[in-house]
């Protein structure tokens, strides 16, 4: 099993040295329905290896479904999304995990386990999906604390840190299959003000690093700064997609630009 990891190491690392950068995540024509409510519009979309993308819109517009739908939280009800090229409907069982072992995925509200320690909480899917042993993985999640600047919390447990520690722990799991992509999916919403910088950094961080990342943020700082591109959804579809500066100063559509009216 630690083969498959140190494959999907090497195969990242190829990826972002790759001159000429590979599609990462592609969507054609993806719809989804709940029930009868179409909440995701006919999309298409490509994302780079490496690129950092920022999903923005109003609450309703899509955005946490459209990030769901890449590492199969949801599945599509039309259209398809590809992976590095690959098609991914209808994957299952083993395939959906090596999927998953490629895409981490961090949460609005964190969703640590409140019983484990943090160095538990980051080596857990190691030990039990990926069958390594416990000081290896225990060696990794330590490693992976120190990244996020929180070697020196590794004992304690979710309810001792603060909000913005405990979403570096999450960000620190989701990094431990070393995953070539990462989706985010509010990460700084449920901070108080005085946490979200320090979040903003590792994810700063992380982009540096050549992952490619996938944003919903209301953090218009992190767009501007971070983004290489920014998408605006509304309604379920993708009504703008722009480099920050063009974004922010010359939103082309109304809705974009009423958006940004009120959160600027
Ligand atoms: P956003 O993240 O932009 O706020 P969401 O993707 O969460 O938007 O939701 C888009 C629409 O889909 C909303 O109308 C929401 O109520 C609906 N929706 C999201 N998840 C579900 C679900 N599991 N079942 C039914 N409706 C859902
Ligand atoms: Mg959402």
């Known amino acids: 099993q630690q083969d498959t990891l140190s494959t999907a190491a090497t195969s990242a690392v190829f990826s972002h040295s790759n001159a000429a950068k590979t599609t990462a995540v592609e969507f054609r024509q993806v719809s989804k329905s709940f029930g009868h409510h179409l909440v995701i519009r006919n999309v298409d979309l490509s994302v780079a290896s490496g690129d ?20 199969q939280l949801e599945t599509v009800t039309d259209g398809e999304i590809l992976i590095h090229n690959k098609p991914t409907r209808g994957l299952n069982g083993s395939a959906l995990r ?18 484990l320690t943090a160095q538990d909480n980051v080596s857990l899917a190691l030990i039990k999906v990926h069958g390594w042993k416990k000081s290896d993985a225990r060696g990794k999640a330590l490693a992976l604390l120190t990244r996020v600047g929180l070697q020196d919390k590794a004992q304690h447990y979710p309810e001792q840190l603060s909000g913005g520690q405990q979403q570096r722990v999450a960000i620190a799991r989701a990094l431990v299959t070393d995953p070539d992509i990462i989706l985010f999916d509010e990460p700084t919403s449920a901070l108080d003000p005085e946490m979200i910088g320090e979040v903003l950094l590792v994810m700063q961080e992380l982009a540096k690093s050549g992952i490619t990342m996938i944003v919903v943020t209301h ?3 992190f767009a ?11 309604g379920g579809e993708i009504l703008e997609q722009a480099e920050p500066e063009d974004f922010f100063l010359r939103p082309q559509h109304p809705r974009a630009q009423r ?3 009120k959160v600027l």
């Open 98 to 115: 090596e999927l998953r072992t490629h895409i981490g995925f961090v949460f609005q509200q964190f969703n640590l386990y409140a019983h």
């Open 52 to 71: 950092v993308v920022a999903v923005c819109g109003p609450s309703g517009s899509g955005k946490s479904t459209l990030i769901r739908l890449i590492n």
């Open 219 to 221: 953090e218009m700082s």
């Open 259 to 261: 958006f940004l009216q």
């Open 224 to 234: 501007r700064e971070i983004a290489d591109r920014v998408i605006f959804m509304d």
